[in-house]
Nanobody
């Protein structure tokens, strides 16, 4: 499975961005898709995830009510709609895919990773 993330950029505090992650290859083997983010000097952290088949979503507390993860099965694409962005949301965002759904939150259980897209929230 190959993942291609896009949609990052520079936005002012309070603004919005939508990230996309297009999957190709053996996508039928994917059960869970997630978004993670990382800033220099810190570990990659979980942001949101969605079960591919049923659409149930999970979020880290800091983004609840502001971010929405969704998927388009026909396009094999996962989205992360980010609203009310804050400077602390600044990071490189990575999409990831997992085959067996062992853990929603643990980076070690994800099998495939995209290349990352940078989000900067600044005035």
């Amino acid at each position: 499975v190959q993942l291609q993330a896009s949609g990052g950029g520079l936005v002012q505090p309070g603004g919005s961005l939508r990230l996309s992650c297009a999957a190709s290859g053996r996508t039928f083997s994917t059960s869970l898709m997630g978004w993670f983010r990382q800033v220099p000097g810190k570990e990659r952290e979980f942001v949101a995830a969605i079960w591919w088949s049923i659409g149930s979503a999970y979020y880290v507390d800091s983004v609840k009510g502001r971010f929405t993860i969704s998927r388009d099965k026909a396009k094999n694409t996962v989205y992360l709609q980010m609203n009310s962005l804050k400077p602390e949301d600044t990071a490189v965002y990575y999409c990831a895919a997992q085959r067996d759904g062992a853990s929603v939150y643990d980076t070690r259980t994800y099998d495939y990773w995209g290349q990352g897209t940078e989000v900067t929230v600044s005035s």
